[in-house]
């Protein structure tokens, strides 16, 4: 059973930052994306990051500059650093992996954690 587990969310004034992580329970390299997704409330999740396994990232428009996905391969987990956070990045952070074997998709979510962005 693949366990992703989000950490470091938290409470944070307007222009700071913050740390997420997600530990996977088996190696993140068997995942050929991950990702963080959030969503606020009264909206639907959305995409923030993605990080393939050959090292692509992607961002969504909204955090491009002022977000980082990573990963240490060794400890089997995913970061998003968060700067210059602003009051509407105030969502439940959620981090994705996504296998595919040929034709066969497996998509797995951790629990998510709460990012709040006080101004």
């Known amino acids: 059973q693949v366990q992703l587990v989000e950490s470091g969310g938290g409470l944070v004034q307007a222009g700071g930052s913050l740390r997420l992580s997600c530990a996977a329970s088996?190696?993140?390299?068997?995942?050929?994306?991950m990702g963080w997704y959030r969503q606020a409330p009264g909206k639907q999740r959305e995409l923030v990051a993605t990080l393939t396994s050959g090292g692509t990232a992607d961002y969504a428009d909204s955090v491009k500059g002022r977000f980082t996905i990573s990963r240490d391969n060794a400890k089997n987990t995913v970061y998003l650093q968060m700067n210059s956070l602003k009051a509407e990045d105030t969502a439940v952070y959620y981090c994705n992996g996504v296998r595919r074997i040929i034709v066969e998709r497996s998509e797995y979510w951790g629990q998510g954690t709460q990012v709040t962005v006080s101004s």
């Open positions: 088996g190696s993140i390299l068997s995942f050929n994306t």
